[in-house]
């Protein structure tokens, strides 16, 4: 079969964006990926059935291709609108949007500017420190993520995040306490007891605190077996690596090893249907049923993890309207299907005229809640 390979640039005043999708035979995949001035932002693979034949591999690349592209330009098209809106909703949803493909320059923007219209808007601090974590400033995401603790500390997730960034700033002692209260929250969390492990690990490199340096080997190990017991994806050879690497007493070489797990993890939870290009569909009235039925599975494995994060019931809740829209814009096709083809029958205007007529309520309804704000 032959390599297919599709280029599209995008520019922007002064930034050029590649979008570049091809085909891998070997591993029967369609792969998209995002560049900006040379740097890969992001790459994503879509597999296919070995049997698909050459022609459909070749339409299908060219389909992703133009997906992709089209994704970038509604993206970029909408940054300058949102901004100069003063719609607090639609700028954090494009701002997750933004988040999700790692243009990170635009999330921080957006998110900052949520931040001013409405001071209290947990979400935002949280995203806003996830940003300043990936960009390398974690003594700012820890500022963020602590704002985002206090104004709902029943999030587990917060707790976790705040931890993560805690460790990168060298505060191994509060990135312990923030697992913990974690893991009071959902004792079933394996990532939080992954990172209370990583906090045993890393203050055995710096020292920073006694007491938790006592027997580290033992806690951290402890806190290793729980995480992979709840979440058998931990359990790797590197896993195991850097397990007997810290038994071999080298904590400094064990916690790279570490840390590099965890961040793979992330990243590749960030991969699956992360719902942020989905969310700003949503509150913009686009999204279409397939997507909404991968953003349901995806909200109820983050409810099976993070109960308590009653953002996720709602926006769940949201996503069932959204399809019973998608649902009763179709059946409104149909009657006008049967009243083009016999507009005498009656019944078929009668169901036309009573399901458009709710399906403007709906739309308006669903208007109200995705916009009413985060309260």
């Known amino acids: ?26 591993r029967h995949t369609v792969v998209n990926s995002l560049f900006i001035d040379g740097r890969m932002l992001e790459t994503v693979a879509y597999p296919h059935s070995e ?28 940054f300058q609108q949102a901004s ?23 999330a921080r923007n957006l998110f900052e500017s949520v931040l001013v219209i409405r001071d209290g808007h947990f979400e935002a601090y949280n995203y806003l420190g996830l940003v300043w974590l990936a960009s390398g400033d974690p003594e700012e995401a820890t500022r963020k993520l602590a704002r985002a603790v206090e104004l709902r500390p029943q999030f587990a997730d917060y707790h976790n995040n705040y931890a993560i960034a805690l460790l990168e700033a060298g505060f191994c002692r509060r990135a312990m306490e923030e697992c913990e209260a974690a893991l009071k929250l959902n004792i079933y969390y394996a990532e939080a007891y992954f990172n209370l492990g990583i906090a ?38 590197q896993f195991e690596e850097a397990c007997e690497i810290l038994k071999r007493n080298d904590p400094s070489r ?11 993890k992330r990243l590749s939870a960030a991969k699956r249907i992360s719902g942020d290009f989905i969310m ?25 993890r993070n109960p308590n994060y ?24 149909q009657f006008q299907k049967a009243c083009q ?11 036309y005229d009573k399901a458009d007529e709710f399906l403007s309520s709906l739309t308006l309804s669903i208007s109200e809640i995705t916009r009413s704000g985060s309260k």
């Open 254 to 264: 064990s916690l790279n090893l570490l840390k590099g797990i965890r961040d793979e």
């Open 200 to 237: 045993f690990v890393a203050n055995a490199v710096t020292r920073e605190d006694y007491e938790m340096y006592a027997n580290h080997l033992q806690k951290s190990l402890e806190m290793f077996e729980r995480a992979a017991m709840i979440d058998p994806r931990y359990r790797s050879v």
């Open 341 to 351: 083809l016999n507009p005498k029958l009656t019944k078929a205007q009668i169901g």
């Open 310 to 333: 009653v953002d996720y019931y709602h926006e769940m809740g949201l996503c069932y309207l959204q399809k019973s829209k998608v649902d009763w814009q179709m059946a409104i096709d």
């Open 84 to 106: 100069q809106s003063g719609d607090a909703d639609l700028m954090f949803s494009l701002a997750r949007a933004f988040y999700g493909k790692n243009m990170f320059d635009y």
């Open 1 to 26: 079969m032959e390599n297919y390979r599709l280029k599209s640039k995008v520019s922007v005043e002064q930034k050029e964006f590649l979008v570049q999708t091809i085909n891998d035979p070997d």
């Open 51 to 78: 049997e698909l034949s050459e022609a459909d591999v070749l339409t299908r690349v060219k389909h992703t291709h133009g997906e992709k592209k089209h994704e970038l330009e509604h993206l970029l098209s909408m």
């Open 280 to 304: 700003f569909q949503l509150t913009a009235g686009m999204s279409g049923s397939q997507s909404l039925d991968e953003r349901i599975e995806n909200l109820k494995g983050e409810l099976d």
